[in-house]
């Protein structure tokens, strides 16, 4: 049984404090606030440490090993085994941890099953078992409710992270976030009883956050009414290097994407005092082929 879990409650920008606290599983719904956009603080049981993030994240732990589908070679927690004949490192029976493995840290990339969206199972035998759960379990949250990414390890980690398309920045409240862990979580340990997959996974449910990659050019017109960040390749001259700007889609052509200049201050005079644009670069406009997009996401003004 689920005794302790780790919630990190996340706004979808980084202008505001997130807070990792330790609390009973049966006291999430009584302290979680409803939208993950909020920047309110929160009052937490336990002194809470403040980080920065760009989702919303719901983290289910184990307390005992995941048992092997069928025998011990496939155990997803292997440990090392020490002078005295014992498992280190590794997963005892009972027992109840806070470790977590975290995702590894590296430049997110489209389809990468974290921040650039996507479905990455690493050849885990029974990733592909638990993915059909997690669509299940989704189906019963209607058609606003999306499957971001998702993510499988060797471990016995299941990253999920959901996407929900009413919303401005596609992150779903933190109630729909609890709701969803709470019946995965049960769904994957009904399943893990009979053998098919181990018995008891670790699960992160989150938000894809504002900082999401966007696909070009199949994502763009969900969000074209906000401020994107945009790195391309520029061509004029022969010249390939990687160039950034924040820009609002125009119009979107058969092969290419027309983009126009936003109203921010990375795109104003430094010495304009904060007015808008001049008309001279309302007007400009940049042509791009879909394939010198390097990276398209949100822009957040800090």
């Not at 029974?126 to 390890?153: C, H, Y």
């Not at 904060?274 to 940049?286: E, F, I, M, T, V």
Request: a negative charge.
């Amino acid at each position: 049984m689920l005794k302790n879990g780790l919630v990190r409650l996340f706004s979808p920008s980084r202008l505001s404090f997130s807070y990792l606290a330790r609390l009973p599983a049966l006291e999430l719904s009584s302290l979680l606030y409803p939208s993950c956009s909020s920047s309110h603080f929160l009052g937490f049981p336990s002194k809470p440490t403040s980080v920065f993030s760009s989702s919303a994240t719901i983290r289910f732990l184990r307390t005992s090993p995941s048992q092997s589908i069928e025998d011990s070679k496939h155990d997803p927690f292997p440990g090392e085994e020490n002078e005295e004949g014992h498992i280190g490192d590794g997963w005892k029976e009972g027992e109840i941890t806070d470790e977590w493995e975290e995702e590894d840290v590296t430049e997110p990339k489209v389809g990468d099953g974290g921040d650039g969206g996507g479905v990455v199972l690493l050849d885990v035998p029974w990733g592909e078992r638990a993915f059909s759960i997690a669509l299940e379990v989704l189906s019963q949250f209607g058609d606003d409710m999306k499957l971001f990414a998702f993510k499988t390890t060797p471990r016995g980690y299941v990253y999920v992270r959901l996407d929900k398309l009413s919303n401005q920045y596609g992150c779903p409240s933190m109630e729909e976030l609890e709701g969803y862990s709470q019946e995965y979580k049960k769904r994957l340990d009904e399943v893990g009883e009979s053998g098919q997959i181990p018995n008891d996974l670790a699960l992160e449910v989150s938000s894809p956050g504002a900082e999401r990659l966007l696909k070009v050019p199949d994502d763009l017109d969900r969000f074209k009414d906000m401020p994107m960040q945009v790195c391309y390749v520029g061509e004029e001259e022969s010249n390939c290097s990687e160039k950034n700007g924040v820009f609002l889609l125009e119009s979107l052509e058969t092969d290419a994407c027309i983009w126009k200049l936003a109203d921010v201050k990375e795109n104003r005079d430094p010495l304009s005092k904060g007015r808008p644009l001049s008309r001279k670069q309302k007007d400009w406009r940049l042509k791009l082929p879909f394939s010198v997009h390097k990276k398209v996401s949100l822009y957040i003004e800090y």
